[in-house]
């Protein structure tokens, strides 16, 4: 395992909650991150962490090796991949995202 992969295994798992996105959650920089942020604030989420991928390539397209996973943004709770932006909304909507935070 590289350091990079090394060091988002270490994130995910020592973090309650993270997205991975482009930008920041006060400045996201595209739509699916900003969307993201949303739906996270509307389920109560108050301890996330969020990592900026545009700050690091390598960080960028480690994460999408890590997760198998094509997009960003990518969420994470307690270690868990859960999914991108589509994924979270559909989470939401049916109610099963705010229920991933109650537990």
Same mark, same amino acid.
């Given at each position: 395992?590289?350091?990079?992969?090394?060091?988002?295994?270490?994130?995910?798992?020592?973090?309650?909650?993270v997205?991975?996105?482009?930008?920041?959650?006060?400045?996201?920089?595209?739509?699916?991150?900003?969307?993201?942020?949303?739906?996270? #604030?509307?389920?109560?989420?108050?301890?996330?962490?969020?990592? /900026?991928v545009l700050?690091?390539? &390598?960080?960028? $397209? *480690?994460?999408?090796?890590?997760?198998?996973?094509?997009?960003?943004?990518?969420?994470?709770? #307690?270690g868990?991949?859960?999914?991108?932006?589509?994924?979270? /909304?559909?989470?939401?909507?049916? &109610?099963?995202? $705010? *229920?991933?935070?109650?537990?």
């Amino acid at each position: 395992m590289s350091e990079v992969q090394n060091w988002i295994k270490e994130t995910v798992t020592g973090n309650t909650v993270v997205l991975f996105m482009k930008g920041t959650a006060q400045f996201p920089q595209c739509g699916f991150s900003g969307r993201a942020i949303e739906v996270l #604030k509307a389920s109560g989420v108050e301890d996330l962490v969020t990592i /900026n991928v545009l700050e690091d390539e &390598g960080v960028r $397209q *480690g994460i999408k090796e890590y997760s198998n996973w094509p997009t960003i943004p990518q969420l994470y709770v #307690k270690g868990e991949f859960i999914g991108g932006a589509d994924i979270m /909304n559909e989470m939401f909507e049916s &109610g099963e995202l $705010q *229920g991933l935070f109650k537990a």
